[in-house]
């Protein structure tokens, strides 16, 4: 009788800059039967969540790393054993070769350490990064955003790796030893309960402007206190950079959208027939921004430095709204996709992010952002714009509203658009151009969509 051979579950590398990830949820218990590619267990990373399929058929024997743990790419998270059998040896020889998982994090530190750190890392910004410190490109990112000396943080990792973890955990732990610090320099009365919520736990970038915490908010009755999710705290962090970044500048316009809503009612159930999904919105407006993007191809360009990088590829990033936060998969190259095309893509990238299919290029590479709060009932949205871009469009919901036509009033379907834009390199008359294109567009729409 043959010995049932285990199979090792790796952390996979989603993305070549990628280094760790986060495991949210395992989709199996030890002892539970699986089969090959089918869920076994969900990642984060700084880049997607994906759902990750089991590499064998067997018996989930162990699993190494629990859930919210973090742990670098290639690291054995669990066993497989084969062909239904409880190999137990084998398990343990994979578990005694595998790098270690991620240990529990640091106690935070005292006061008076902490303190010492924050000095320290005040002039982190001029001191050259030691080679000797392991991390990932984004703790170094997030490390040069707070001015922090990477060799002041401990890392938890294989080897002393730095994740992303432990340096959050550690400019947490500066700003909460600077709140302390001020707040108990202040009166009584400025320490009473408010109905404020806690400190977000993304610090402020500069020791130096550290603003001190809030009390505790006072409720009647019990309060529960929620860890965020991998996927909440890197919206968070990129959230925060963007207003840092850009400077924010809005607009808004009123559109009348009677000729779109009238194709889309009279060619509905025949796209759907003939494609097999249903016809929504989203694609006339991905058709309308591509097109005034070619008028005005500013809309399309990042900033380095001082130079504007103006791209040829017109990557458009749809922003799909999931249970526990935001993901923007990109329809890459939308500028050389008819209607059909653009609308195939869009159903298929929403579907996969709703399902944790999509792979990291998928969410990468994106030139221009429009996302649609008018899809739950909004009227208009100011969209924090999605770095390194320079504008992002925001669609209000399509309603019915009186409007005055050839000196009468009318009933006609309305919908507003706003443009959020970075005024460092899009200038007002030109945001006001763009908007003005995609207005005319689609107030006189002609493009089939069969």
Do not use: C
Request: aromatic content about 4%; charged content about 25%; proline content about 8%.
């Amino acid at each position: 009788m043959g010995v049932a051979m285990s199979t090792n579950v790796i952390m996979p590398q989603m993305g070549e800059s990628v280094a760790e990830g986060t495991i949210t949820k395992w989709l199996r218990k030890v002892g539970e039967p699986i089969g090959r590619d089918e869920p076994l267990f969900e990642i984060s990373t700084d880049k997607v969540d994906a759902e990750i399929p089991s590499p064998a058929a067997g018996i989930l024997s162990q699993i190494l790393v629990k859930e919210n743990e973090t742990v670098a790419v290639n690291t054995v998270v669990a066993v497989i054993d084969g062909e239904g059998a409880a190999s137990g040896a084998l398990a343990k020889e994979a578990q005694a070769s595998a790098p270690p998982a991620t240990p529990e994090p640091p106690e935070p530190a005292s006061p008076a350490a902490a303190e010492g750190a924050e000095i320290e890392a005040e002039g982190a910004s001029t001191a050259p990064e030691s080679e000797e410190v392991r991390s990932s490109p984004l703790v170094r990112r997030i490390a040069r955003e707070y001015q922090v000396d990477l060799t002041q943080v401990r890392g938890t990792g294989s080897g002393g790796r730095i994740s992303k973890k432990d340096i959050l955990d550690y400019v947490e732990q500066r700003q909460s030893a600077a709140a302390s610090r001020t707040a108990a320099a202040q009166p009584p009365s400025v320490l009473a309960p408010s109905i404020s919520t806690p400190a977000a736990p993304l610090p402020s970038p500069t020791p130096a402007t550290v603003q001190p915490a809030p009390a505790p908010a006072a409720f009647a009755g019990p309060a529960q206190v929620v860890q965020m999710t991998p996927m909440r705290r890197q919206i968070a962090e990129h959230m925060v950079a963007s207003k840092r970044t850009s400077a924010h500048v809005y607009t808004v316009f009123e559109v009348e959208m009677t000729k779109v809503v009238e194709t889309r009612e009279r060619q509905r159930d025949e796209f759907e027939r003939r494609n097999g999904f249903k016809l929504t919105y989203t694609p006339f407006f991905v058709r309308a921004a591509v097109e005034a993007i070619r008028d005005i191809p500013v809309i399309n360009s990042s900033i380095d430095g001082t130079n504007i990088i103006y791209k040829r590829d017109v990557n458009v990033g749809i922003a799909v709204a999931l249970e526990a936060g935001l993901i923007v998969p990109v329809i890459k190259r939308a500028d050389e996709k008819n209607f059909l095309g653009i609308a195939r893509a869009v159903q298929d990238l929403a579907e996969r992010a709703r399902t944790k299919r999509l792979s990291v290029d998928e969410v990468q590479g994106g030139t221009f952002t429009i996302t649609n709060p008018g899809s739950f009932g909004g009227l208009f949205g100011l969209p924090i714009i999605n770095q390194p871009q320079v504008a992002i469009l925001g669609v209000g919901a399509i309603e019915k509203r009186p409007v005055v036509r050839d000196d009468a009033i009318a009933i006609r379907s309305m919908a507003y658009l706003s443009l959020s834009y970075d005024h460092r390199v899009v200038d007002g008359a030109v945001a006001e151009k763009f908007l003005g294109r995609i207005k005319q567009i689609l107030e006189n729409w002609s493009e089939p969509v069969l």
